[in-house]
């Protein structure tokens, strides 16, 4: 890629949010003390032309804070993985511009990308295919991605910030088929609380540049983790991944026993969730 000349992007709808994310992270990694390592994050956004401030707004550094925290909340997960399967198998559906690759490569391990067509081709452009990662064209829902993962030295699916936008029938279908499709191997995903989904689909959530979060149809509740066991016999073990202990009074003090108090937990905008599949 030509550095001194920015690619132009244009995306709508859910897949635009990934510009929204991409921001906010390259945001938490320029800070002085980052809660976040992400200098590829960095490099990308400076390669992207797009209205980040005029569409965003300014950086809040109290969303990119916790969007970065999110972020580690799943290279936490991803390195634990490979820790155990050094040349296993990423799959990551709907990641975006994500840049977790870099962040997490161990110099082994096998990532994929798993894309709608428009985002598919952004990612292509601006963060082409390597030996061992490449990005397939293909709606998460449309099963033609599975036979594409080698299962072999072992599989972790992540779904990050995409869940959400998907009917409660939907989710539950993506997360059997991962359960049935690869036996052993792990999901990480995050979802947002039913208040939080319930305020996207009434259009509550816009910034004063006139910017409205797509709808969340999906919601779930922190008390509601055990119903993820019901997708599929074969998920043997759900939990939260707790955030990193942050900066600040809230993500420094508050957010990491708030999980842990009922009426509290779900307060929060997000959490991440990791469940493991029993072998065949």
């Known amino acids: 890629m030509d550095h001194g000349m920015k690619q132009a992007v244009t995306l709508t709808g859910v897949p635009e949010t990934l510009l929204w994310n991409l921001y906010h992270r ?44 999110r972020v580690r909340t799943f290279d936490s997960v991803v390195r634990d993985f490979l820790a155990e399967h050094p040349t296993g198998t990423v799959v990551a559906l709907g990641e975006g511009l994500e840049t977790q690759f870099w962040r997490v490569d161990n110099g082994r391990m096998r ?11 952004v990612r292509r452009r601006l963060l082409p295919d390597g030996d061992r990662r490449r990005t397939l064209a293909c709606s998460v829902l449309d099963r033609a991605w599975l036979a594409e993962v080698d299962t072999a030295d072992g599989v972790l699916v992540t779904v990050q910030g995409l869940l959400m936008y998907l009917r409660p029938p939907e989710v539950r279908e993506l997360i059997a088929t991962c359960a049935e ?43 509601e983790l055990h119903k993820v066991y019901s997708a599929h016999p074969r998920i043997r073990d759900v939990r939260e991944v707790p955030l990193p202990r942050g900066q600040g009074v809230y993500f420094g003090a508050v957010a990491p026993v708030g999980r842990l108090i009922p009426g509290v937990r779900n307060l929060r905008p997000t959490m991440t969730v990791l469940a493991r599949f029993a072998e065949r």
């Open 26 to 69: 390259a945001f938490a990694a320029r800070q002085p003390d980052p809660v976040l390592q992400d200098p590829k994050a960095v490099e990308l956004v400076g390669t992207v032309d797009y209205p980040f401030a005029e569409t965003f707004g300014p950086p809040s550094p109290f969303l990119a804070q916790g969007q970065a925290l």
């Open 111 to 121: 990532w994929i990308a798993v894309e709608l067509p428009e985002t598919a081709a």
């Open 181 to 223: 499709r690869f036996a052993g191997g792990s999901l990480v995903f995050d979802a947002v609380p039913r208040w939080f989904s319930a305020a996207t689909v009434n259009g509550a959530m816009r910034n004063a540049q006139g910017y409205a979060t797509p709808p969340m149809p999906w919601g779930m509740n922190a008390g």
